[in-house]
């Protein structure tokens, strides 16, 4: 069994001195102090990603590559897009894959593109660079 980060090890230390991880799912306690959900936690997620040989990565809430920005109406396009940050790239705080591109998507948007020098800059808006990375 690998060990389990440092990162993780607190959580843990946390988690059982407020009483949380005998009733807690790792992934509960991850997602209450911000951190992501990884290895068996994010594989026991409901909802799966995978690379698709047409589209790139996906999550399979969307297909398409419309630009998409905060207060996008489209929840579709904003769970890939959130979905796909959380599990496929190395963006260090939890996303929520609700749908709604509000203020903490839009951190994670801005985050990725200026750690990765996604062309465009980092203005929070995903378009044909951003989505080309998150597909890749």
Request: proline share 4%; charged share 15%.
């Amino acid at each position: 069994m690998p060990r389990p980060s440092s990162r993780t090890r607190v959580v843990s230390v946390l988690a059982l001195t407020a009483g949380l991880l005998v009733a807690v799912p790792a992934a509960t306690v991850h997602a209450a102090v911000g951190l992501r959900t990884t290895g068996a936690a994010a594989q026991a997620a409901v909802h799966s990603c995978t690379y698709r040989s047409t589209v790139g990565y996906t999550c399979d809430y969307y297909y398409g590559t419309a630009t998409i920005s905060e207060g996008s109406a489209n929840a579709d396009a904003v769970r890939e897009i959130q979905d796909i940050i959380d599990r496929h790239t190395d963006y260090p705080l939890w996303v929520s894959v609700d749908g709604s591109f509000g203020p903490d998507t839009l951190a994670a948007v801005k985050w990725l593109q200026s750690h990765h020098d996604i062309a465009g800059g980092a203005d929070g808006i995903v378009g044909s660079h951003t989505w080309d990375y998150l597909r890749r």
